[in-house]
């Protein structure tokens, strides 16, 4: 494992220190969760093979993972005190989760919520990006003590999440990046797109419109999404305001 003990943080302490974190977050990004670390090291066929075929070797895998995360934060902590930390772990694809979920429960679960109690234990709110359908897992993610999710595709049940979460699980996503980021499209296939989002999943509560991955590759479909993200939004925060 990499080791942590003599990186030099003076860049991301100069960074922190500019935050005006009366206004913003200071964040921290930190990418290749428990899921994602294990099939970059060996590949994707690999990975869910000895998932299913060597549970206790994979086990041991993901608890040196997990170590290297928590000394991370610890080390965040120490020398900038993020607010927020961006953990990036994808756990399925469009149309199901990757691993059956009673795997994901015995491998992931455990060790994925040491390192969000560590975050916690060092005042760091944790915010996990999967943009994919994780709607078998919701209420284990709640139960993980996930603050926010982040990367909500609109291929989830959003409103029967909302349900069944009790509005426990704060989302931010829900328009569909990938139906509006393409050519031959209208502004104002792009505008309705954002209003959907907002109409469908903002009733329910703590929900955060935006595009899973954060923008529109396309500059033109992201200036207009962008543009009708923040209009409309002032109108439906003006018209539901209490």
Same mark, same amino acid.
């Given at each position: 494992?990499?080791a ?8 991301? &302490? ?16 930190c ?14 066929q ?22 290297f ?15 927020i930390?961006?953990f ?6 469009k149309?199901?989760v ?7 429960r015995?491998?992931i ?5 040491? &390192?969000?109690k560590?975050a ?8 996990h ?10 209420e284990?993610?709640v139960?993980? $003590?996930?603050d926010?999710?982040? $990367?909500? &595709? ?13 509005g426990k ?20 296939? &792009?505008?309705a797109?954002?209003?959907?989002a ?17 923008r ?10 962008l ?14 305001h209490?």
């Open positions: 494992m990499p942590l003990d003599d990186l030099d943080w003076s860049d991301a &302490i100069d960074l922190a220190a500019k935050v005006d974190r009366n206004e913003k977050f200071c964040a921290t990004f990418s290749g969760g428990l899921f994602e670390r294990s099939h970059h090291l060996m590949g994707m690999t990975a869910l093979v000895n998932y299913m075929q060597y549970p206790d070797e994979m086990a041991g895998i993901l608890r040196q993972i997990a170590d995360k928590i000394e991370y934060l610890k080390l965040a902590a120490k020398h900038f005190q993020p607010d930390v961006f990036h772990d994808d756990w399925g694809t149309l199901n990757f691993l059956p979920p009673e795997v994901w015995e491998l679960k455990p060790l994925h919520t040491e &390192i969000i560590t916690h234990e060092c005042g760091i709110m944790f915010m990006h999967a943009d994919c359908v994780c709607q078998p897992l919701v284990d993610m139960e993980m $003590g996930i926010v999710w982040q $990367g909500t &595709i609109p291929q989830n049940d959003i409103v029967e999440i909302q349900r069944i979460t009790e699980l704060p989302m931010v996503g829900g328009i569909d990046g990938p139906k509006i980021d393409v050519e031959n499209i209208t502004e104002e296939e &792009i505008r797109e954002v209003r959907r907002f109409d469908t999943y903002c009733p329910g509560g703590r929900f955060y419109p935006s595009i899973a991955n954060g529109c590759f396309r500059d033109w479909n992201n200036d207009i999404y543009d009708e993200l923040e209009s409309y939004g002032k109108i439906y925060a003006s018209k539901h209490s």
